[in-house]
């Protein structure tokens, strides 16, 4: 930054560098505090600094300061006062990360990341993140340690990962602090600690994360790391559902559903499965096209059932594919289809659906959407009776004897 200064000095005035100096050290204390999505108090600096502060930013950046060429790169990059343009952006960032701007390296292995006015590319995203991670950029640190253990642009290596997540995390970086509770959770580049997890997410919640609360409900909820309490379970899982997370929404619904730390509550139940569901949750769709079916907290309705079990069973769940073929064979709720209820019965089969596997076992035992195969009929109620259906083992031992009894006669 002393250089910056020799440099600006020459074009700028004592107030100017003063205020330039601010204004870098003000934006990157919101870009440091930045999580994604909540940008807006970034953008909102942004947008208020830009019209009285722009010049200033522009000329500075112009004879290579490099905070201000960073700056000049976010209004690029967001579009704040001036034409978005992607490419520009990484221009000036660029100027900025090879000065050794580490906030401008981050932002620029963000991109190379994600793509965006470059072609995407890993490799040349973990270099960036790894030269503003080696200055003790949080947020690069937290992003070069998920590389490391995703394998992307770098060589996958769980110990190096918790490395990298325990220096952003002990910084206060909060998505590190989850990323590393995982970790002790799952038992990834550290012994498996329970305890541990749920003490690294805690410290995220209290920075009022979302996933971390949903983790600490998840252990709540099992007793992995604390004492089992479905009450607290749903305390944090209320939190995190109501900040949207959708993997908390349906759970809270399960609670409800059940009545684990809470009254029981069907409709309660249906209201968060809903708020999940309408956010892609497959799980949260096909539980809502249960409670459509049965009627259970809201009016039985099967057309409206067969279309959040058509939702969940497109996104490969293997119980809403079971439903949804049932629905077509039985000609609820939609039109009656014996070759669409076959389909559907395979796929979920074809996932290790038990009763999937049973029934499309007896569509093929009588020919039913399906051509008649005594022998693919077979096949099924094998698989099934391996899971310990009772049908399908007599349905099996059935068709085995049958066999046999033809044989006999061929022979003879």
Not at 11 to 27: F, P, R
Not at 121 to 141: F, I, L
Request: hydrophobic fraction near 40%.
């Amino acid at each position: 930054m002393s250089s910056d200064r020799t440099q600006t000095t020459r074009y700028l005035t004592e107030d100017e560098i003063a205020m330039l100096a601010a204004d870098v050290e003000d934006a990157q204390d919101f870009w440091n505090a930045w999580e994604l999505p909540e940008e807006e108090p970034m953008l909102d600096w942004l947008r208020e600094n830009h019209p009285k502060q722009w010049t200033i930013w522009k000329k500075a950046a112009e004879h290579g300061h490099a905070g201000a060429q960073w700056l000049v790169g976010l209004c690029f990059d967001y579009g704040v006062g001036i034409p978005k343009d992607n490419r520009e952006a990484v221009v000036w960032y660029r100027k900025a990360a090879e000065r050794g701007d580490a906030v401008a390296q981050c932002r620029l292995g963000m991109i190379y990341e994600f793509g965006g006015g470059v072609k995407q590319d890993d490799c040349e995203a973990a270099s960036w993140y790894c030269k503003a991670a080696e200055q003790g950029n949080a947020m690069a640190q937290c992003h070069i340690g998920l590389m490391h253990g995703d394998g992307r642009g770098v060589e996958q290596d769980d110990h190096e990962a918790v490395s990298w997540f325990r220096k952003a995390a002990e910084q206060g970086n909060v998505e590190a602090q989850v990323y590393l509770g995982m970790m002790y959770r799952d038992g990834r580049g550290v012994r498996q600690d329970d305890h541990e997890a749920v003490s690294w997410f805690r410290k995220a919640a209290e920075q009022d994360d979302a996933i971390a609360h949903f983790y600490l409900g998840l252990a709540y909820d099992n007793g992995q790391g604390v004492e089992r309490n479905d009450h607290d379970a749903v305390t944090w899982y209320r939190k995190a559902a109501e900040q949207g997370f959708p993997d908390a929404q349906l759970n809270l619904g399960l609670m409800y559903g059940e009545g684990r730390g809470v009254i029981q509550d069907d409709h309660e139940a249906v209201s968060w499965f809903l708020m999940a569901a309408e956010q892609g949750d497959a799980m949260a769709q096909f539980n809502l096209g249960v409670a459509y079916e049965n009627g259970r907290g809201i009016q039985k309705d099967d057309y409206e059932a067969v279309l959040w079990y058509q939702e969940a069973a497109d996104q490969g769940l293997s119980n809403a594919q079971f439903n949804i073929a049932q629905m077509y064979q039985e000609g609820r709720g939609i039109k009656q289809n014996e070759r669409e209820a076959a389909n559907w019965y395979l796929k979920a089969a074809e996932q290790g659906e038990a009763s999937a596997q049973f029934n499309l076992g007896v569509m093929h035992m009588e020919g039913s959407g399906v051509a008649q195969d005594d022998q693919e009929a077979m096949i099924w109620f094998r698989k099934a009776a391996e899971q310990g259906d009772e049908g399908a083992k007599r349905n099996l031992d059935l068709l085995q004897k049958e066999q046999g009894v033809a044989q006999d006669i061929l022979a003879a």
